[in-house]
Structures are given as C-alpha cells and as structure tokens.
C-alpha cells in the first residue's frame, strides 16, 4: 500500500519536473534560433554558416528530447535517487510535519522479513494505521507548483517570437533562409556594378585593351573601385578612381586575362561585403614567335675556311667582306610570309623550304638585319612582335701587319761584315704567302743615283699559317756599293687575297759609312780626349803645389784659420773639376770605342784597349780617394788643425795616385792611336783594294767608263789620303818602335808607292777620255799595285805585332825564370831540414832563409800582377795557384816561428810543387801566346765565344718554330732546346770563369741570369714573347761581346778596375823615421787593395805587408 502512494507521488513530481524541463529548453531554443534568425537577417549568412546553424538547431531538438525521455524513465523507474523511494518518503515527511519519520519506518517495516509471528503481525498493524492515515493526504497539495511569473514569462516570450516570426518578413525570412540552407540568397545591395564593354573580347599579343565601369542604383557613388585580373594562376589588383570614370588600360597584353570590379563595405554590420561585376574575359591572339634563327657564315673560296655557323642568340657579329651569309628561320606558328629588312633599305623574301624559310646575302657593308614573319588572321597580316634585329659587322682582309723588331733606327750604319740581320714578325687574319724586300741605292750627291727598285725574296709560305718571325741577313756584298751609298728598303709580305694583299714597312736608310768620316770623328775625338787628359794632368800638378803650400802654412800656425778653411774648399771644388774632366774622357772614350767599332777599321785587340781605357778612368776614382775627399771636407768643417793637417797629408798622398793613373792612362792611349793608326791603314788599303777590283770587273762587264769615273776619281782622293795616314804613323810610332817607324818611312817613300799613285792617276784619266782599253789596262794595273801595298803595310803590322808579342815572351820568360829560381831556393831549403831538431840553433837562419823567399815570392806576385794587365794568358787558375803557394809559405814560416819543424817541411813540399805548377801554367800560356800570334790573348776566347753565338741562334730558330707544331712535337723540341740551353749555359760558366780578372760580370753574366729564366720556362713548358725577348737578348750580349772582346751590359754601361802596378824596393830603400815608414808601407797596402782582388788575395796582401813593416821595425 505504501508503494502505491510512493508511486503515485513519483508520478505527479516527474510530470512537474517534465513540464519545467520543456519550458526551459523551448526557451533556450527559441533563444538560440532567434540570436541566429537575427544573425541572418543582418549579415545574410553564407550557406555553409547557415547549414551550421540548421544543424546546430536540430540536433539540439533531438538531444533535449532524448534527455527528457531518458530522464522521465529514469525517474519513475526510481533509478534516479532523488525519486527513490527512500527520498520520496523523507519528502512527503519533511512536507508534513505530522508523519515526520513514520513513513522511513513504516517503509523499513515492509521490507523486513520476521520470522517471529507476533513482530510480523505488530508491523503490519503499524503499516496499515499509517497508510490509512496517509491516504488520507492529497498529494497534490505538496506539490511545487510553477510560479506565475514563470508561466506569464514564458507566454510573453513565446508571443514575442510568434509575432516576430508572423508579422515581421525580414525575420520570417531569415528563418526561411536558414531553414533552406542549401540555397544561395544574395543581400540587397545598394548598387551594382556593370562592365561597358563586351564581356569578351579579343585582342592582339602585346596590344593595349581598355576597360570601362559603371554604377548602377544608390544614391551616391564610390570613389573608387579595386579592379581585380586574373593572368594564368596570378591574381593582381589595382584601384580605378570614380574622377576616371573606373577606366583602366591593360597595356602590352600577352596571355588571357579575366577581370572583375569591387567595392568592399567598409561598415562592420552589414548584410553585404563586397559588390563585384561580372566577370569578363580578355582573350590575346597569339602573334608568331620565331623559334629558331640559324646564321651561316659563307667565306670566300680564297681565305679555305670551313663555313662558320652562328647561333641566333649572337645578336652581333662580324663577317668578312665579299662573304655570304645564309639566314634559316622557323616559327611556333604556320607563317604565311617571312622577309629580311636590311638596312631599312632592301628587303629579301625568304623561301619556305622544308618547314623552314631561308634566304642568302653578301655581305658587302655594315649590316642591321630585321627578321620577320607573318600570319594571316582576319584578313590581316599579324608579324612577330619585336622582330630580332641584327648587327653584322663587315671587317677587310686586312694585308698583314709588319712588325720589325731589328733594325730598331729608321737609318743606321751597316757594319763591316756587310749583313743587315733582320728580325721582324708577320701577322696576318688568314694565311701568309711569301715576304720580299725592295731596296733601292742612294749614291752620294756628286754621284747619278740609280732610282731602280729591286727585290730580295725572304721566303715563301705554303703551309697555312697566319703568324711567323723571320731572322734573316740581308747580304749586301753582291752589290754595287760603296762607303758613302744608302741602301734604302722596306720590308713586303703578302696574303693569300688574289685582289689586294701586299704590305710594305717603313723606310729604313742603311748607310755604308764613309771611311774618311769615321776616321775623321775618330781623329777629332782622340785629339779631345789628349787634350783632355793632358788638362786633367796640368789641373792634379797644380792642385798638388797647393796642398804643399797648404800643409806649409798649417805647419807654421797654431790653430785653424778661415784662410785655411777656404784653401781646403778651394782644393776640394778643384778636384771636383778634375771629376768633370774625367767625365768628359770618359764620354769622349763611349765615343771613340762606338767609332772604332765602325767600318772595321781596327782590330779586336785595340778594341779591347779602348774598353781597358774606360775602365782605367773607372779605378783612377778609388775608394779611398772619395773617402780622403770626404775626411778632408770633414776636417775643413771641424776647424781642427791636426785632423786638417792629417786630412790634407791623406788627400796628397792619394791626388799622387790620381796623377800616376793619369800618367799612365796618357801612355797607354797614345800606343793605342799608334796601333789604331796601323789598323786603319790596314782596312782603308782593303777597302780601296776591293773597290778596285770591282771598277775592274765593272769595266770587264762593259759598263760604260762615264759611270765608272766618279767612282775611280774617288779611290785616287781616298789614296792620297791613306798617304798622309801613312805619315802620321810613321811619326806616332817613333815612340814605340824605331823599326815600325822606319818601314813606314820607307813604304812612303818607295817605288811601289809610287807606281800605284801613277796607274791610279792614269786609269782616272783613261775613264775621262773614255778609253776603255788603256782605262783596263791601267785600272788592273793599280789593282796589283794597291794589293801589293796592302801586303806590304800587313808585314808591316805584323811585324810591329810580333815586336809586342817578343817583348811580352820576354816578360814571361823573366817570370818564369823567377818562379823556378824561388822553386830551386826552396828545394835547397828542405833538403836543410834532414835531420833536423827543432831545438837546433841553425833554425834561425833557416826562418831567415825562408822569410826570404816569402820576400821574393812578393815581388813575384808584383811581377805577375803587372804582366796580367797586360795580356789576357794569366788565367785565374795561375792566380789560385799563387794564392794556394803563399799561403803555404806563410804557414811554414809560422810553423818554423812554432819550432813545428815537421809540419813545416809538409808545407815546404807543398811550396815546391805550387811553385813547379805556376812555372808549368806559365810556359803553357807563354807557348799559347806564341801559337796564337797575340800578346793580348785574345783569338781562343773569340772562338769559344763565336762557337756559343751560333748554339744560341740554333736554339732561337727552334723556339720561334714552336708555334707551328703539334702539341706532341712541341713537347720532343721543348726538351730539345733545354738540354741544348743547359749546355751552352755550361760552356759560358767554363768560358767566364777562364777569363782573368773581373770580365766575368757585366753583359756575359746578365746572359748567364737569362739563360737561367729561359731555361725556367722550358721545364715550366711556358713559351711567350718574354721568352723570345730573353734568348734575342741572350744572343745580343755574345755578339756585343764578341766585338768588344770582354763583357758589356745591354744597356752599354761598363764597370771594371785595372791593377795598378805595386813597387817593392825593400827595406834599404825605406825612410829612417819609423812613423813615416809605417805610413809608407799603409798606403802602399791600401793601394794594392784597391785593385778588386778576391779576398783570398787580398788576405795574402795584408799579411805581406805587415810582415814587411815588422821586418822594417826590427
């Protein structure tokens, strides 16, 4: 029974419950649609915001109604706690206060089971009072019921939404919206926008398209719109302004576009966004792209190159003239026509053959080239855009480019041998075919000149080459010249163009010189040079009474004065004078040596004298006499009295020096004008003797005698000449050789002499008359006579040769019966020493006996120096070998000072046997002396040399010849050459390190250097011009050296140092005051080491010296 009226309790609050459940979710979704039906009515929803909405709505529906079944099931099933019965029954008690817990207990007593009858019967005594008591109460009552306010809440709520929904269409419209959701619904909008044009249109590639827009509706337009285009897959936009009138121009249109105008809303809350127009489409009509363009380049039969092809890309590009170039075309689209505008001028039209369109042209001119092709469409002809435009340089078949190397002077002296060695380079664009020289000879002004222009052929090509160096030797011997003529030439080439072709170089003036002008220069510069010297002798002499006059005074005074000062600054400008007169020698001898050099009018060895002179005028500007120049300027400035008197003493005694070298260079140069004198006899008969001869053959020849005239009325002026040249050597050579002098005399004065000046004369005066058998007769006749002159004045010059080469024999016989005399003394010595104790008082005399040789050995050395300044056969291993023999010397001596007798006699042996070597050194290049008939020693140096000239050249012509081999060939002679430089660098070592003195540096050492950076480049397998320049180089420095004898610098500059002669007197001879002779026996020493000896030298000099003063103090 107390179930029943729980359930029905449970019924009645489930129904309440279900009632305050739906009132509040129709209100929420009442609330949830309407939020959303406004949200629609402002901004009109897109469909996929409204199908959300929908969605949203009615799954909020279906959830709340299964909640509510599920919750009503539960709670009458009692399964929810708040509607257990137990809940239920605390309810009703708590709402009616009067069954407060009765009904918890009356529920508790059904539910237990009693096993006692009396309990079970008294619980369910207690149960039935109590449900009948409960039955009693109406249920309802206890009920909460809804509120008023809740229900008249959720009426007007609901009214409110119903009236909305019925009388306002917007909204109502809303809902429709969103209950159709799938449909597109377009806000009002306040105006639209139109496009004035065609929605399509159609237009040309890269033309301009323009667009219009209008508004259409609203009471007010926009200022401004966003065009929006669409090309491809981009997406650009720009603004058109309403002062336009929303016009926009598409300019240069290549590829389709689509187009729209907006307007963005700029209000938040609105129904619409944006306002677009329709789009429109812009379709371009494609113009014709030339794919490709292909240029052959066609060369003329002449120039035997292959056709050149050009890519289409090369926009410039330049072509040889009278060459075809055929153009090849092909384009993306059909072409109905395609042409060549050239020039703006001409047009060629273009042949389609094989899908491609071609034409061919000449290329006469520059070039600007318009390709283009066409398509039909509409009846119109639509070109490539942009047509390709082409720049076709033309260029000549330029004659080839002469570029000479040797000769560098436009006019210059052709040397004695009579060759013009030339060296030039031919460049041409395509192929040489041979080169040539034209010349012409200039005769002197009171000769007719002959205006024929011959030919010389140099070489001709027949391989295909572009580029050669020629060295070649234009030989002029087989001409018809003279001293005096200019042969006047141009270097030609030609090329492989059958039109034009030839190039000519410059002019170049070769000039035979003159025999009289070169003596005549010679004669003036040698008169400066003695005139010279002869003042540079007068200014040292005076300078030297000055300092006599000045040493006097300070001597006599106690402190320095200002007149002393200014005598000292007198003396020292003086002798800078004498520096300016030196200076004026020297230039004078540049001068003399260039002249002699001419014409080979001398001969090697006075050559060789000229260039001794030089560097004589070198040393006689010592060290030491700067140095005593800078310590008297010195000591002027200090104004102290002693230090003046000690600079003035030094300065004296160094100015001594100077004058000796003067004196000496004086001698030397005048025995060289006697033998320059000789020599130019010599070449002038030789010459005249083979002008002879060639008036002879000329004669024989049948060449007329009035052309002949000149030339013998100039061979008689010549000979009177060469007779005053006679007597003037006569007279030089007085001095030197009485025998010389006389058989000059007697030459001048004989009947050969004067037969030769009487057949001259008369073959002069047959060649007037035109007499051509007697002019035969005497012209042959003075032939004989003038070679019979030339023998005689040869015997003469040998003859004062072989004089020199007695005198020098006999110097070098005294030395080397001197060397073998010191060598026969020191034998004597060591046999001494047999048995010898070091405590023996015969030691003494023996350190004696060998402190004497050492003497002698000095003045030995003394001799020997002076002999090797005058002939170049005492060779370096002579000097090793002294050096090598006083050192010994002085180290015996020093073991004898030690009582090392042993040690000593090991020294002594050493002694003798360098003493026998220098003996056998000596006669060796006493009896080269005598084979070779020269003095100087000359003639086996000029061979060796010669010899590496010419390996030189052979290596130079291999060189120049690289470039026209294959790589592999190149490779073969590259190691050809270097072996072949590396030798000849060898044999130059061996040749300088020969050659006595300092000749080693200058010109043949600056070639050694370059053989090396030649030799660099071989093995680095690097060949250039710089290459080619270091071996011309090379070969210039051995052949400068070969006329000059010794080594010169390419840049003509010279260095070197002469020994001076050293007297030795020995110690009776010195002064008795201890302190002059100490300063006797310095400056002595200081004058031997100005001599650029190797230091081996001059250690053996110190100690020389040194062991005289001790020997001097003792």
């Known amino acids: 029974m107390i179930n029943n009226i729980l359930s029905k309790y449970r019924r009645l609050k489930v129904r309440q419950d279900l009632i305050e ?140 939404f119903v009236f909305l929904l019925f009388f306002m269409s917007d909204f109502s419209n809303a809902i429709v919206r969103i209950y159709n959701y799938d449909k597109e619904y377009l806000p009002p909008l306040p105006f639209t926008i139109i496009d004035n044009k065609d929605s399509n249109s159609e237009v ?41 009138n ?16 907006s307007y963005k809303n700029s209000n938040i809350i609105s129904a619409w966004d944006k306002i677009e127009s329709t789009p429109n489409f812009i379709t371009v009509i494609k113009r014709p792209v030339l794919t490709k363009i292909d240029f052959e380049l066609i060369y003329p039969a002449y120039v035997k190159k292959q056709n050149k092809k050009i890519a289409g890309n090369t926009i410039q590009f330049s072509a040889l003239k009278n060459s075809y170039i055929n153009c090849k075309i092909s384009s993306n689209q059909k072409l109905n026509f395609a042409y060549l505008n050239i020039n703006n001028v001409d047009t060629l039209i273009l042949e389609h053959t094989n899908q491609m369109w071609e034409g061919t042209f000449q290329i006469t001119e520059d070039i600007d080239l318009e390709i283009i092709g066409a398509t039909s469409f509409k009846d119109k002809n639509l070109i490539n855009e942009n047509p390709p435009i082409y720049s076709i340089k033309s260029y000549n078949d330029y004659v080839p480019e002469i570029s000479v190397i040797i000769p560098k002077d436009n006019t210059f002296e052709i040397s004695s041998d009579n060759k013009i060695p030339l060296y030039f ?42 580029f050669t160096t020629e060295n070649y030797i234009f030989n002029i011997n087989s001409l018809s010249v003279f001293p005096g003529d200019k042969i006047k030439f141009s270097i030609c080439a030609k090329d492989n163009n059958p039109s034009l072709g030839v190039s000519k170089s410059q002019f170049f003036y070769a000039i035979i010189p003159s025999f009289d002008d070169i003596i005549e220069n010679m004669i003036k510069t040698e008169e400066e040079i003695h005139d010279v010297s002869n003042e540079a002798l007068n200014q040292v002499q005076d300078l030297e009474k000055k300092l006599d006059n000045m040493k006097l005074d300070m001597l006599k005074s106690t402190s320095a004065t200002w007149e002393h000062q200014k005598q000292g600054e007198d003396a020292l400008q003086q002798m800078e004078n004498l520096f300016d007169e030196i200076e004026k020698m020297q230039n004078a001898l540049n001068k003399l040596q260039e002249e002699s050099e001419k014409g080979n009018l001398i001969n090697n060895e006075l050559v060789e004298k000229f260039e001794n002179f030089q560097e004589l005028l070198d040393s006689i500007m ?150 051509t058998q007697n002019a035969f007769k005497s012209i042959s006749e003075s032939a004989d006579n003038l070679r019979s002159m030339l023998e005689a004045i040869k015997k003469i010059k040998d003859s004062f040769k072989n004089e020199s080469i007695q005198k020098m024999s006999q110097e070098f016989y005294a030395a080397i019966n001197n060397i073998l005399r010191l060598s026969n003394n020191q034998e004597n010595l060591l046999l001494n020493f047999t048995n010898i104790r070091s405590s023996s008082p015969q030691m003494k005399i023996l350190t004696s006996s060998q402190f ?195 080594e010169r610098e390419y840049s003509d500059k010279r260095k070197g140092a002469i020994a001076d002669d050293i007297e030795y007197n020995g110690p009776s001879d010195l002064p008795t005051d201890l302190g002059e002779k100490n300063s006797i026996f310095i400056n002595a020493m200081e004058k031997a080491l100005e001599q650029n000896y190797s230091k081996e030298y001059e250690e053996i000099i110190k100690v020389y010296f040194k062991e005289l003063q001790e020997q001097s103090n003792d």
């Open 246 to 261: 929303y016009q926009y121009t598409f300019e240069n249109i290549r590829n389709d576009i689509r187009y729209w105008a």
């Open 622 to 771: 010592t060290p030491e006499l700067m140095e005593a120049l800078q310590k008297m300027q010195e000591a002027m400035e200090s104004m102290d009295l002693e230090k003046m008197l000690e600079a003035t003493e030094n300065f004296d005694y160094n100015l001594q020096q100077f004058e000796q070298q003067i004196d000496r260079f004086i001698e030397m140069f005048e025995l060289a004008l006697a033998e320059q004198k000789l020599d130019e006899i010599v070449a002038s008969l030789s010459a005249l003797t083979q002008n002879q001869e060639r008036i002879k053959s000329d004669i024989e020849n049948n060449t007329p005698c009035n052309q002949l005239k000149n030339d013998q009325e100039r061979q008689n002026e010549t000979y009177k000449k060469i007779q005053n040249s006679i007597k003037e050597a006569s007279e030089i050579l007085k001095k030197f050789s009485n025998d010389t002098s006389e058989s000059l005399d007697d030459l001048s004065d004989s009947e050969l002499n004067l037969k030769t000046q009487k057949s001259l004369n008369e073959a002069k005066s047959n060649l007037s008359k035109n007499d």
């Open 21 to 160: 459940d739906v009132l509040k979710i129709t209100f929420f979704l009442i609330s949830f649609l309407s939020f959303f039906m406004f949200l629609e009515y402002v901004f009109f929803l897109e469909k996929i915001a409204r199908y959300r909405v929908f969605l949203t709505l009615i799954s909020f529906t279906l959830i709340f109604f299964a909640y509510i079944v599920i919750k009503i099931i539960l709670n009458l099933k009692g399964i929810n706690q708040k509607f257990s019965n137990e809940k239920l029954a605390q309810e009703i008690g708590y709402k009616i206060p009067s069954f407060s817990d009765r009904l918890i207990n009356i529920l508790q007593l059904s539910k237990i089971q009693h096993a006692n009858k009396t309990k079970k019967e008294l619980a369910k005594i207690a149960i039935s009072k109590n449900e009948l008591e409960l039955e009693k109460v109406d249920l309802n009552t206890i009920i909460i019921k809804l509120s008023s306010k809740k229900i008249i809440s959720s009426i007007s709520f609901l009214l409110t």
């Open 204 to 244: 040309y590639e890269g033309q301009d398209k323009l667009v219009t827009f209008s508004i259409l509706g609203g009471d007010k337009k926009p200022e401004e719109l966003v065009l929006y285009f669409q090309q491809k897959d981009k997406v650009d936009s720009v603004l058109i302004s309403n002062k336009t």
């Open 852 to 1046: 004497e040789i050492n003497k002698q050995f000095a003045n030995f050395i003394g001799q020997l120096f002076e002999l090797s300044t005058k002939t170049f056969h005492i060779t370096p291993n002579i000097n090793q070998k002294i050096g090598f023999c006083k050192k010994s010397i002085d180290n015996s001596i020093i073991n004898l000072e030690q009582r090392k007798v042993k040690t000593s006699i090991n020294e002594q042996k050493n002694i003798i046997g360098s003493m026998n070597e220098i003996a056998l050194m000596l006669i060796n290049s006493m009896n080269n002396m005598q084979n070779t008939g020269s003095a100087a020693g000359l003639e086996s140096y000029l061979e060796q040399l010669e010899k590496i000239g010419q390996g030189q050249s052979e290596i130079n012509m291999g060189t120049m010849q690289l470039g026209q081999m294959g790589m592999m060939s190149q490779q073969e002679m590259m190691k050809r050459l270097q072996s072949k430089q590396e030798a000849l660098k060898e044999q130059l070592e061996q040749l300088i390190e020969d050659m006595p003195g300092n000749q080693g540096q200058g010109g043949l050492s600056k070639a050694l250097e370059e053989m090396d950076e030649v030799i660099r480049n071989f093995q680095q397998n690097r060949i250039d011009s710089k290459t080619k320049d270091k071996q011309q180089k090379i070969l210039s420095r051995l052949l400068d050296s070969q006329k000059s004898i010794k």
């Open 425 to 466: 380079e031919l460049l041409d664009d395509f192929r040489l075919t041979k080169s040539w020289i034209e010349y012409s000879i200039i005769k002197p002004s009171y000769i007719e000149s002959d205006s024929t222009i011959n030919s010389v052929e140099i070489n001709e090509y027949k391989n295909d080459i572009n």
